[in-house]
């Protein structure tokens, strides 16, 4: 293990993961406030769900279409309706729509 700039790396490479505004290891506890996470959401629908409901790439995909519909001020009809255009079925929407809500109630964004 090696020490480079103060931080130690195993055979000299060095992970930072994430987006770059947090490391893999700080998204155990929640993601930052104030920023949404579409592979966060798609966690909690996982954790709901079961892994074999949806692919979580895709449910992140689905997360975000919600998160912009949300955005635009298009609340939760218009919210399904994005993930719906996206090419998702019903209770995938449902499912997403719901965790983007608790997503938001719970660390707000």
């Known amino acids: 293990m090696a020490d480079v700039g103060g931080n130690r790396h195993v055979g000299g490479s060095r992970h930072v993961g994430g987006s770059g505004w947090y490391v893999e290891g700080e998204r155990v506890f929640a993601p930052p406030a104030g920023v949404f996470d579409a592979d966060w959401v798609a966690g909690i629908v996982v954790d709901r769900q079961g892994p074999g409901f949806a692919d979580r790439v895709e449910l992140a995909r689905a997360a975000q279409l919600a998160w912009d519909a949300r955005g635009r001020g298009e609340g939760p009809a218009g919210e399904a309706a994005a993930v719906l255009a996206g090419g ?16 938001v109630e719970a660390y707000g964004s």
């Open 88 to 103: 998702f079925d019903a209770p995938t929407a449902t499912a997403v729509c719901r965790a983007v809500g608790d997503y």
